[in-house]
């Protein structure tokens, strides 16, 4: 989708006019239908629409102006226009025209600041994201005709300026989706790494490391979990030094377990095939490095991700076997399903100890028990320090990733307790499934203020109520972790 500002349009195939609840035009919006003889007005009253947030009224052929068609679209009521207002109002704007025929879409944001016009580019970025590249029988009516916006707004230079970050930050939804939606035949951690070596044309330094490297380290509950695959493990770490030299970094790490059948502890068939998405914590860290890399943030990160694929086989691990993590510790591998924590563990203490970080973030489709806990709409949030959690609860509610945070319990602590290892990976049945997930990997954290994001609910959606977020692969992270830096670690 191409985007492009302007301060006035001509002759536009569909014009979108922005309209507050109460029936009221936006800024230019009065004089769009002066021109049209009172026929957007009139249209209005005629339906139901009243300028409410996701509607849409569309006006074919006005009279006298210069347009194919005037698509009305709701900013709901005009004191609460907020950054979610306006996205919507661009997202559903564009859903509603984008089979029309037309190539180009006229925005009349005029009655938004520039800032907010920059927005609305952002939204329509999203909202047209498509994973069609398998589909090769597609009739050509349910193709999306539309390839550019042009955003009428009141400063072009402003726009620009403030659109830059943004579609920056679109760029790394964009690859994160990619990578979630990518079935697990094409996308196994050799591939995930190759393409998040690619990254390095945008300023990120990317270090790869292969199963020797992975053996020297230590990583054994990690490689525990790859070695019933025909695939190699991989480990990829992303750094992108855009603050103070020497500066300790801020560090995300994922969970990037590119097909998870279960192992041993076999998952039954149903559904089974959504397991191509358990790499969604993965793919976050690296679409926020992405767009970390792309806006030039002013800050030191670090993301690393554990690649592996999780397969039956002669050679997988078994229900039973005990593996001595990176940090020493032991681990009773009571489920082989349980494998995300198993790969984190590793990674956490890896990242640590390695970077020494200001706070560490992981991102994992950690567990199913937390779609039980919260729904589809939410991912757990559980941490160490309020200084780490607040700051994400916040930016989430500002990008519309909602997060609802959990308790680390002390005394679910003996649940995770082994009878002949330190830990065991599986916690007291299903009771507490996600926290005692959590507790699993809080033993591989030591000093370092920690979150980690269960996301296993939000990472992929089947109908999304969301127009900046069409069905499938979400990217669910990268805007929540990307504006809590921006907010939190690249204010001063
Ligand atoms: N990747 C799954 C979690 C998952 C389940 C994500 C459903 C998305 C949808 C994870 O590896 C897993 O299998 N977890 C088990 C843990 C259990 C064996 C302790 C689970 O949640 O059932
Ligand atoms: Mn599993
Ligand atoms: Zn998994």
Redesign the pocket.
């Known amino acids: 989708m191409k985007v492009e500002f302007v301060s006035a349009a001509g002759a536009a195939e569909i014009l979108v006019v922005l309209v507050h609840e109460g029936r009221k035009l936006a800024g230019t919006g009065a004089g769009h239908d002066k021109a049209a003889s009172g026929s957007l007005v009139k249209a209005m009253a005629a339906s139901r629409f009243t300028g409410r947030s996701d509607s849409t009224l569309t006006v074919a052929s006005p009279v006298g102006v210069d347009a194919g068609s005037i698509v009305l679209s709701g900013l709901g009521e005009a004191d609460k226009v907020d950054d979610a207002a306006v996205e919507t109002a661009a997202g559903t704007a564009y859903h509603a025209v984008k089979l029309s025929g037309s190539a180009a879409l006229t925005f009349d944001a005029t009655a938004l600041s520039p800032e907010q016009a920059a927005r609305a580019g952002f939204a329509v970025r999203l909202a047209a994201y498509r994973f069609d590249k398998y589909r090769t029988k597609q009739k050509p009516e349910k193709i999306p005709s539309l390839e550019m916006i042009r955003i009428i707004t009141t400063d072009v230079k402003a726009a620009q300026a403030a659109f830059a970050p943004m579609s920056a930050v679109a760029d790394g939804v964009l690859f994160a989706r990619d990578l979630v939606a990518e079935p697990a035949n094409v996308l196994y951690p050799v591939e995930f790494a190759r393409r998040v070596k690619a990254l390095e044309s945008l300023g990120l330094e990317v270090e790869i490391l292969g199963e020797a490297q992975l053996k020297k380290l230590g990583m054994r509950t990690l490689l525990a979990v790859g070695q019933g695959s025909r695939r190699d493990s991989q480990v990829a770490i992303m750094k992108w030094n855009g603050g103070k030299k020497g500066d300790q970094p801020i560090a995300f790490v994922g969970k990037g377990?590119t097909f998870?059948t279960?192992g041993i502890?076999l998952k039954q068939p149903e559904g089974m095939e959504?397991?191509k998405w358990?790499m969604g914590g993965a793919a976050a860290v690296s679409g926020l490095m992405h767009a970390l890399a792309g806006r030039k943030a002013k800050v030191n990160a670090v993301g690393v991700i554990g690649l592996v694929e999780n397969m039956p086989d002669g050679d997988a691990q078994r229900p039973g076997d005990v593996v001595i993590s990176m940090s020493g510790q032991s681990v009773e591998v009571i489920?082989t399903?349980?494998?995300?924590r198993l790969v984190l563990a590793d990674c956490l203490w890896y990242t640590q100890e390695r970077f020494k970080p200001k706070f560490m973030i992981d991102l994992a489709?950690?567990?199913?028990?937390i779609?039980v806990s919260l729904g589809m709409d939410y991912a757990g949030v559980f941490s160490n320090s309020d200084e780490v959690a607040n700051p994400i609860l916040a930016a989430g509610t500002k990008v519309g990733e909602n997060f609802w945070r959990l308790p680390l319990p002390p005394q679910y602590e003996k649940h995770i307790d082994s009878p002949i290892a330190d830990v065991k990976n599986?916690g007291n049945g299903r009771a507490g499934?996600s926290i005692t997930a959590a507790l699993f990997l809080q033993r591989f954290v030591n000093e370092t203020p920690w979150a980690h994001l269960d996301i296993?609910a939000t990472a992929w959606v089947n109908k999304s109520t969301r127009a900046t977020v069409p069905d499938g692969a979400v990217g669910f992270g990268v805007r929540a972790l990307d504006r809590m830096v921006a907010d939190t670690y690249e204010a001063g």
């Open positions: 377990v998870d279960g502890s959504d397991m358990d489920n399903d349980a494998e995300g489709t950690l567990t199913g028990a779609i599986m499934a296993a």
